[in-house]
């Protein structure tokens, strides 16, 4: 399994982005979310969605802002980031695996820097 970000960038604070990530091979019944890494930081849980879409999970730090979907026909995890802060600035890798929370992680993305302008 190979996965492919796309999206990211720069936007002021209070906008929004758009995040996806196409996923190649087989992800049939596999967890697809998103991590991020802020510089300096380790790298944190974002959000993870079930391959029907019946279970979704989001950090704390993001809930009511940011919501992730699934079109798991075309094998891709979408992160639609609104109300966007100075604190989101940070890499933002996609990932499947396992786990609500992504506990287990098979495959990662290559990363796509956001940057959030205050």
């Known amino acids: 399994v190979q996965l492919q970000a796309f999206g990211g960038g720069l936007v002021q604070a209070g906008g929004s982005f758009r995040l996806s990530c196409a996923a190649s091979?087989?992800?049939?019944?596999?967890?697809m979310g998103w991590f991020r890494q802020a510089p300096g930081k380790e790298r944190e849980f974002v959000t993870a969605?079930?391959?029907?879409?019946?279970?979704?999970n989001y950090a704390d730090s993001v809930k009511g802002r940011f919501t992730v979907s699934r079109d798991s026909a075309k094998n891709t995890v979408f992160l639609l980031m609104n109300s966007l802060k100075p604190e989101d600035t940070a890499v933002y890798y996609c990932?499947?695996?396992?786990?609500?929370?992504?506990?287990?992680?098979?495959?990662w993305g290559q990363g796509t820097l956001v940057t959030v302008s205050s």
């Open positions: 969605i079930s391959w029907s879409g019946g279970s979704i």
């Open positions: 091979g087989r992800t049939f019944t596999s967890y």
């Open positions: 990932a499947i695996g396992a786990g609500v929370r992504l506990g287990t992680v098979n495959h």
